[in-house]
């Protein structure tokens, strides 16, 4: 099944024929409604698909971002640039919760020293139960499923080093709207395997990031172990998996960008930029290669094209 947040942070499951409310069967509504939802799922399962079966669609519901997580986890360099690269070590980090932006939203680039801005279209999974240092062994049975985020990250001049069996905030990829989530979250047994999905994002319809999950450098369970044996984990909190860097490109005043994850769907969202800041279209290949060949971070080379 597919669930979704609409308008006024309603939840809803989202058929063929459109968003149907189950507002009665998860109340509080906003993230306390999903958390009811994915903690109490297989009690409510059936009578959620009569409901979805029978119910009225709402007219003209308006999609909001899914869930509202406590906390969102990340995995760093998750993936092995179609194979150019061996699994490094496992690391992560945190983005800032008021960073969630909804479908239709737009990114708004902030006023900072910035090489470039870069999209990292990412699968995410959403939790159904808490813990710590959870099992690879057991780590499955806590997912409740899947949504597609972007992890918007602004490239500065410098940054620190990371620090081991840490996840720290990553500030300059928490800043208000640099995490598009959705369009919904599809129960773990409609994706019969997540390390086998296509992943896509294009900007006004210029196909950049193409790539399948197939290439994760560590698997999901492996990620799961990873940060929950940093991290408390509780339910309705998501795990972004990382992206593949062979299509990073930059996100500039007026892009409309769309992300698909194969079995999760697709969204579009658009970008402001108050100082009109300009970057070479298409993927940014200096960054593709750095990545690929080790060679440094993404976007240390960027730097914005003179005014003009």
Wanted: proline letters at 7%.
């Amino acid at each position: 099944m597919k669930f979704v947040m609409y308008n006024d942070n309603q939840p809803g499951v989202l058929t063929d024929a459109g968003v149907i409310d189950i507002g009665d069967l998860c109340p509080g509504g906003g993230q306390a409604a999903m958390v009811h939802l994915v903690t109490n799922y297989e009690d409510l399962k059936a009578q959620l698909e009569t409901r979805a079966a029978e119910g009225t669609p709402v007219a003209g519901a308006q999609l909001q971002a899914p869930l509202r997580p406590g906390k969102i986890l990340c995995m760093g360099g998750n993936y092995r640039e179609f194979g150019a690269r061996e699994p490094s070590p496992m690391w992560g980090f945190l983005k800032s919760i008021d960073s969630v932006l909804s479908p239709g939203g737009t990114v708004v680039l902030p006023e900072i020293d910035a090489n470039i801005f870069h999209h990292e279209a990412e699968l995410v999974l959403v939790f159904a139960k808490g813990g710590k240092d959870i099992p690879a062994s057991e780590a499955m049975d806590h997912v409740f499923g899947y949504t597609a985020g972007v992890d918007v990250s602004a490239r500065m001049p410098a940054a620190g080093g990371r620090v081991p069996n840490t996840l720290p905030i990553a500030e300059h990829k928490s800043h208000p709207t640099f995490c598009p989530l959705g369009p919904c979250i599809v129960t773990r047994d409609e994706i019969a395997d997540p390390e086998k999905l296509q992943v896509t994002l294009s900007v006004d319809g210029e196909l950049r990031v193409n790539y399948n999950t197939d290439d994760l450098a560590h698997s999901i369970a492996e990620s799961i172990e990873y940060v929950a044996g940093i991290e408390e984990i509780s339910p309705g909190d998501v795990l972004f998996m990382g992206t593949n860097h062979q299509g990073l490109g930059a996100m500039q005043d007026g892009d409309t960008i769309e992300i698909g994850v194969e079995g999760v769907g697709s969204f579009t969202f658009s970008v402001s930029d108050a100082l009109k800041r300009r970057w070479p279209r298409g993927i940014d290949e200096a960054s593709a290669r750095d990545v690929r060949e080790g060679a440094g971070g993404p976007g240390r080379q960027a730097r914005p094209l003179p005014a003009g």
